[in-house]
């Protein structure tokens, strides 16, 4: 093919696609349309007739790259000017190259609806005849697991989700050339998700508590044992039905043996007792798994999640994996490829592949989480970029890099986050500074090395609650251990809380109160003035990006600083309460009730326009549930000294002196409610 003159594309100029019937194909078309007629008002036109545009797949003398999912683009001369060929080796060739097209020359961002950043419009677009070649991604197959996807399911009013919330997701996943995706956790199979998913061209994967995406054990069968030993048949029953099910679809076949819940089954079975005894019924379910699904699937892809125990009993030598099975290997939740903290106990076992360790691997990794301890939902990832790169980096040096699965959550807090990793699996390594440049540059037009330190320095304000490096805490720390600390408090309890271990130590209530206490305290300051900083360069932003910069930073820091501020209170709080100082006390837990009511408020203030209701449905971090408990600690703390006409500290502290010993009960009772009252109170208190 002959070099040739730039191609000018405008609102007239017409697509011809030359691909057969897809389904997966005609989704990524329509978003081209959707594109085109963003870009130049106009739907584009469709024709045979000296297009301007052809899409096909590829043919001999093309020099297509030959790896699936490969494409090119190639601008020919033709009789009435340039002619630009997308190319594709596969159908996910197709659409790359479509969505390659969509970037770059009609300049739309992979998460423009995540970001609310259209494409600008034009008249023209000139494109210089320079043949693009697409190269091999780092990692093979690549995706979201959308989990603790709350705020997608409340977004919209049905359930469970509809396309409408379902088609932005995909979309972002296929535009940062994500092929593989579990499509939201434990919904009803009468959803669109997984059928939407696989028409538009994504390989579908299974959680690794329901394998082979086969229906619960209980949900099938309840009131019976949930017992491989005793029940066979039914489980392979369920695993047959999915199997028959998704057999013609991509799919990634998960193989795996947990218990109901996602726990080891063994605490459901007590009879295995042993390691060897749950080694031996892992790999004999695992083989009877991989032959089941080799009867109906040719050279079927499947992977086995070294999580949690399976990942120990597999390094002690009690599992064996089917030869050419990926295993799957998982981070900490906290960004370290090293086993998760349950409860208190946090071994912190490395989580790679051995270096004798044959075969194909792969890593599930969080860029967001939630383990009711100091997780980041709501937030973006705590620790810095540059962990998630040394880590995922080291995981490939490992040979773990033929599968990358990332915790993808709700999409909108995550947007930077899902870039560098999308960066990653495509090539391998990442500059973050550069990334992060990058990442910037697309989102803003000016005040950029100034937007790039916020992110920087984000990371540096997070908690560090623990020695390690990923030991950084996200939303969750202000409100999981602070709604344990009220209700152990107004249980009455004085002995140490054992659910706090993992951050306190083994200490007394009290001193575990004190140490978040001071963890909290500690970070306001630097909260105050990132925030700060942020709204001093928003002020010199357009309305649109001031608008982006809000919901994609500003809501999350003030979602830190306002829980940052709720805990130090409330354990303010708790300590004046043991000083029987009930009227202080009272009114430093009505300061943590403003404080996480501020929470509450930056969070309304981001769900309006397209996000009206998406943070309605915060079941997990639950700020409405925070602020519940503080207030019933604040008519706890009312009732130590106010009870029971609600008008003694009013009395007391309020009331001139020339009034209070001669006033009439009759004629002025009306107590004052709690929020009038604290504000009164430490006018004249501090």
Known sequence: ????????????????????????IAHAWNMIARDHKQVFGRKPLQTEVEPSIIIRYAQEGDSCPHWPEGYCLRFVAGSKGTVLHIIGRDELGIIYGLLHYSRFALGVEPFWFWAELLPPKRDTI????????????????????VNDEVCLIGWKEDYPPTEQVWQPVFEALLRCGGNMVIPGTDLPRTGIH???????????????????????????????????????????????????????????????FRGQGDKPFWEDDPSFNTPDKRGQLISYVVRKQYNMICEFVEQPVCCMAMYGEIA???????????EGVIKIWADNGYGKMVSRRHGNLNYRVPALPEAQDGGKNGVYYHVTFH??????????????????VEELTAAFTTGADEYLLVNSGNILPHVYTLDLVANLWTKGKVNTEEQLTDFI?????SQLQEISQLYRDYSRCTIDYGPHKD??????????????????????????????????????????????????????PDWVELRERCLRIMKQLSE????????????????????????????????????????????????????????????????????????????LTNLDNTISHADTVRRFLRLQGDSPDMFLWSKQYLMPETEKYIYLENTHRKPLPDDELARCLEKVLY
């Open 544 to 619: 649109d990006e001031c608008r982006r910069l809000y919901n994609q930073l500003l809501v999350q820091i003030e979602l830190h600083l306002s829980g940052s501020r709720g805990l130090a209170s409330l354990c303010s709080a708790y300590g004046l309460f043991l000083e029987k100082d009930y009227p202080r006390a009272f009114i430093q837990a009505s300061h943590a009730v403003w404080s996480y009511r501020m929470g509450k408020e930056a969070l309304s203030l981001a769900g309006t326009g397209r996000w009206e209701h998406f943070y309605r449905a915060d079941w």
């Open 1 to 24: 093919m002959k070099a040739c003159e730039p191609l000018t594309i405008s609102s007239e100029s017409g697509y011809n696609l030359q691909t057969d019937e897809s389904v997966p």
């Open 126 to 145: 000139v494109l210089p005849s320079q043949n693009v070649d697409s190269i091999p991604s780092k990692v093979r197959y690549r995706g979201w697991f």
């Open 471 to 524: 030991d950084r805490a996200g939303e969750e720390f202000y409100h999981h251990p602070a709604r344990q600390i009220m209700g152990y408090w107004l249980q009455g309890k004085e002995s140490s809380d054992e659910r706090l271990y993992w951050a306190t130590g083994e200490r007394p209530f009290p001193e575990q109160v004190r140490w978040f206490k001071e963890k909290a305290e500690s970070a306001i």
């Open 194 to 256: 997984h059928k939407l998913a696989a028409d538009m061209g994504l390989w579908i994967t299974h959680h690794h508590a329901e394998p082979l995406g086969a229906e619960m054990f209980l949900r099938a069968f309840p009131g019976k044992q949930a017992s491989y030993r005793e029940h066979p048949e039914l489980f392979e029953q369920l695993w047959q039905e999915a199997i028959e099910r998704q057999k013609e679809e991509k799919i990634v076949w998960v193989l795996s």
């Open 312 to 322: 120990e009993l597999y390094k002690q030598g009690h599992i064996e994996v089917p």
């Open 371 to 388: 383990d009711l301890q100091a997780s980041n939902h709501l937030t973006q990832f705590p620790s810095s970029a540059s962990l998630i």
């Open 441 to 445: 540059g697309r989102l803003y037009s």
